[in-house]
C-alpha cells in the first residue's frame, strides 16, 4: 500500500482561531499594539472624509445657488483709471436672448455709522451701495431679518444690510423705527422730522432689513445697500452701476458669457470685466484638498510607528511562545503552516487596528459633517486605502517575526521551558 | 506522494510484520569542530503493542534519540524508519504528516493551552492530521474518556491536577490512535503517587494496543515496562525483555 504523506491544510476557520490564539490569550497587549494602527488609520480616514464631506457641502450649496450666476464689473481703462459701466448696460444687458435676470448695485462714496458717536475714521470698510430691487433673489439670497427694498422705500432713506455689515455694525435684529447714519457727498439732513436724538453729520437711514449671506456675490455682504432713487437724492450718487449680476438659461451660459463684454460697454469692452463666481468658488473646493497633505503624513507617521510596534510585539510572542511552537511542530505542522500562522496574526492584528480607525475617522467625519450640515461623505479610497494599508502593514511587520518562529528548531523549541 | 525506495526491499527482506520503529546503526553528532556525538551506532526495532522503556541517566543521549525517533531530528548516519518509511527519504513536509497522523508525544511539562477547554487541547492532536473540526471533537472526547477524562471535557488546564493534565495530554497523543507513542519523562513533573497512576494507565493503554516508548531516568519507571533498553554515553548497553 502506497502511504499517503500529504500534509493536510488548514482549512480558513481553523487558520483563524490559530492565528487569534496570541491575540486572545494576550489582549490587553494585542489592543494597545493595534492602537497605534488605529489613530493612523483613524487620521487619514478623517482628513480624506473631512476634506471631501466640506468639499460636497460646498458644491451642493454651489449646485443649489446655480451655476448660471455672471457677474459684470467695472474695470481699467488703458491709463489705469477705474472704468464707468454705461448707464444703459443692464438694459442693454436684458436684451440678450437667454438672459433671465438682470439685477445691479452701484457703489457711492458714503461711509455708515451705527451712531453718530462712532468717530469718522472707524468705518469698518464698509461700503454704501445703490441696488435694484431684483438683487436678494439673483445672487441666491433673501432677508434674514425685516424685508429687502421695495417700489416705495426705494425712493425713501431706507437701508437693508448685508450680512457681514450688520454684524460689523452689531446689530442682530431690526425694530420698527432703527436709524443708521449715513454720511458722504451731498448726504445732508434727516430722515423724518420725528428726529429728536444727536444730530447725525450726513443723514438718517431707516433699517428695513437684514440679508442672509451671500455666498455667490460675497460683496454684498460687506455693503449697506439703499434704492438708486435715495442714493442719487441723498448720496450724491451718480447712477452708474458697479456691478451687474445677470442670470441667463444654464445651457446658455457661456455663451452669455462671450458677449456679456461688448453689451455692456459697446465702446470699450475691454474696460468691462466678466467673471462666473460660482467657477471660483469650485476652485475653491477643489483646492481645500491642498492642505489635507500634512495631515495625511501625521496619519503615515502614526502608521509606520505603529507598525514597529506590530512587529516588535510579533518579535516578543515569538520568543515568549517557543514552546507552542515546538508543540504545534511535534503535533504535524510544518514550518510553513508556523509561518502562516504568525503572518496572519500580525495581518490580524493590524486589521483590527485598522477597522477600528476606519470607524473612529468614519464617527469623526459623520459628528463633524452634522454639526456644518454637510452631507458626509468618506470616500472609498479612504476606507478602503485605510484597511488595505493595515494589511499591508500586518505583512510586512509579520514577516520577519513569522519567518523566525518558522525557522525555530523543534527540538530547540522544546527544550525551553 | 515520494514514498521511500528502500522501503520495498526492506519489506521484502523481513517477510514478517513492518516494525513500528526501526533504528540502524544511527549516529547523531551535534557541532562540527569537532562534532560531539550524542548517539553512537544505536540500533533497535519496535514491533506493534510493545511497551518500552528507553532508560539512562542525563546525557546518555536519551533526549536525542526522542527527537530522532520523534522525526523532529534527522540523524547524522544511519536510517531511522517509522512504520517502513525512512526518515532521511522523505522531505520536511512529509516528515509533518508522519507526526501529524502516525506519532503521538507526551511532554514532561504537558505543553496545554490553558485558555482552551480540554476537549480543543485534545482535538488540536489532529489539527495538523486533516481531519475536520466536527470529527476532531469526536475522537477527542473518546480519547479524553479512555483516559478518565470524559466527565469534564469543558474544564481547562489550570482547573485540573497535574496528574489530570497529564492524562489530558496523553489523550491528546493518542487521538487519531498514531503508530507510536513517545512519553517524555511523562511522570517527572508528578509526584510519585499520582505518577504511578500515570504509568498504570499508560500500562493500560498498552493493554488496549498501542504502542508506547516511555523515555526515563527513572529505574523504578523503567521496571513497570516489559522491555527495557538502557542508553549510557549515547550507545545501547543492554536490551531486555522481561
Not at chain 1, 457677474?71 to 472704468?83: E, K, R, Y
Not at chain 1, 460687506?222 to 442670470?247: M, Q
Not at chain 2, 508528578?190 to 493503554?205: C, K, R, Y
Request: proline share 5%; aromatic share 4%; with cysteine.
Amino acid at each position: 500500500m502506497q502511504p499517503e504523506l500529504a500534509s493536510a491544510r488548514l482549512s480558513l476557520p481553523d487558520l483563524a482561531r490559530v492565528a487569534s490564539v496570541g491575540l486572545r490569550t494576550r489582549r490587553l497587549r494585542a489592543a494597545l499594539s493595534a492602537l497605534g494602527i488605529a489613530i493612523g488609520v483613524a487620521a487619514i480616514v478623517a482628513v480624506l472624509g473631512l476634506s471631501s464631506s466640506s468639499q460636497a457641502g460646498l458644491l451642493a450649496e454651489i449646485d443649489r445657488l446655480g451655476t448660471n450666476l455672471l457677474t459684470v464689473t467695472n474695470g481699467q481703462t488703458l491709463f489705469g483709471q477705474t472704468a464707468e459701466l454705461p448707464l444703459a448696460a443692464p438694459g442693454m444687458i436684458r436684451r440678450i436672448g437667454p438672459v433671465t435676470q438682470v439685477q445691479y448695485t452701484g457703489s457711492t462714496s458714503a461711509n455708515v455709522y451705527r451712531s453718530p458717536y462712532i468717530p469718522a475714521v472707524e468705518t469698518n470698510g464698509l461700503a454704501v451701495d445703490a441696488a435694484s430691487l431684483g438683487l436678494p433673489r439673483a445672487v441666491g439670497t433673501s432677508p434674514a431679518q425685516g424685508r429687502y427694498l421695495n417700489a416705495a422705500t426705494q425712493h425713501e432713506p431706507v437701508a437693508v444690510l448685508g450680512a457681514q455689515a450688520a454684524s460689523l455694525l452689531g446689530i442682530d435684529r431690526v425694530y420698527p423705527g432703527e436709524r443708521i447714519c449715513i454720511t458722504g457727498t451731498g448726504a445732508q439732513g434727516t430722515a423724518g422730522s420725528s428726529s429728536a436724538s444727536s444730530a447725525c453729520d450726513g443723514m438718517w437711514f431707516y433699517l428695513a432689513g437684514i440679508l442672509k449671506p451671500a455666498v455667490l456675490a460675497s460683496e454684498i455682504d460687506d455693503s449697506v445697500l439703499v434704492g438708486f432713487p435715495a442714493a442719487k437724492r441723498w448720496l450724491g450718487f451718480d447712477g452708474h452701476p458697479t456691478e451687474i449680476y445677470v442670470r441667463s438659461i444654464t445651457s446658455e451660459t457661456a455663451a452669455v458669457q462671450t458677449v456679456l463684454a461688448a453689451t455692456s460697454d459697446p465702446e470699450a469692452p475691454n474696460d468691462v470685466n466678466v467673471s462666473q463666481p460660482s467657477t471660483a468658488l469650485t476652485a475653491r473646493a477643489d483646492a481645500q484638498g491642498a492642505l489635507n497633505s500634512l495631515f495625511l503624513g501625521l496619519g503615515a507617521v502614526s502608521l509606520l510607528v505603529g507598525a514597529v510596534g506590530v512587529a516588535n510585539i510579533m518579535l516578543i510572542g515569538v520568543l515568549e511562545r517557543r514552546s507552542e511552537i515546538g508543540l504545534r511542530r511535534s503535533l504535524g505542522a510544518t514550518k510553513g503552516q508556523i509561518r502562516t500562522q504568525f503572518l496572519s496574526e500580525a495581518i490580524l492584528l493590524a486589521v483590527i487596528g485598522g477597522a477600528a480607525g476606519v470607524a473612529a475617522g468614519a464617527i469623526s467625519t459623520i459628528v463633524y459633517a452634522s454639526t456644518k450640515h454637510w452631507t458626509a461623505v468618506i470616500p472609498a479610497s479612504a476606507w478602503a486605502g485605510g484597511l488595505a494599508a493595515a494589511v499591508l502593514i500586518g505583512a510586512i511587520s509579520g514577516l520577519l517575526p513569522a519567518i523566525r518562529a518558522a525557522r525555530l528548531s523543534p527540538t530547540e523549541a522544546l527544550r525551553t521551558v | 506522494m515520494t514514498e521511500a525506495p528502500t522501503l520495498v526491499s526492506s519489506r521484502l527482506q523481513s517477510q514478517g510484520p513492518i516494525p513500528v520503529l526501526e533504528l540502524e546503526n544511527v549516529t547523531k553528532s551535534y557541532g562540527t569542530d569537532p562534532p560531539i556525538p550524542a548517539l553512537q551506532g544505536v540500533s533497535f526495532s519496535i514491533g506493534s503493542g510493545e511497551l518500552v522503556a528507553v532508560v539512562g541517566p542525563s546525557g546518555s543521549g536519551k533526549s536525542t534519540l526522542l527527537h530522532l525517533i520523534g522525526t523532529l531530528e534527522r540523524p547524522t548516519s544511519g536510517r531511522v524508519a517509522i512504520t517502513g518509511l525512512d526518515a532521511a527519504e522523505l522531505e520536511d513536509r512529509e516528515l509533518a504528516a508522519v507526526r501529524a497522523t502516525r506519532i503521538g508525544f507526551v511532554f514532561q511539562q504537558f505543553f496545554l493551552a490553558e485558555h482552551a477547554t480540554i476537549l480543543d487541547n485534545v482535538a488540536d492532536g489532529l489539527l495538523y492530521a486533516g481531519f475536520p473540526a466536527t470529527e476532531r471533537r469526536v475522537q477527542a472526547a473518546s480519547a479524553l474518556t479512555a483516559v478518565g477524562l470524559g466527565a469534564r471535557l469543558k474544564a481547562r488546564p489550570p482547573q485540573l491536577s497535574g496528574g489530570e493534565r497529564q492524562r489530558v495530554a496523553i489523550a491528546r497523543a493518542l487521538v487519531g490512535a498514531p503508530a507510536i507513542v513517545l512519553a517524555d519523562e511523562p511522570t517527572g513533573n508528578l509526584d510519585s503517587a499520582t505518577g504511578e497512576q500515570i504509568m498504570a494507565l499508560i500500562e493500560e493503554l498498552n493493554g488496549n494496543g498501542a504502542t508506547i516508548v516511555v523515555i526515563t531516568h527513572e529505574h523504578a519507571i523503567a521496571a513497570r515496562c516489559p522491555r527495557r533498553i538502557q542508553l549510557l554515553d549515547g550507545r545501547v548497553i543492554s536490551d531486555t525483555l522481561a
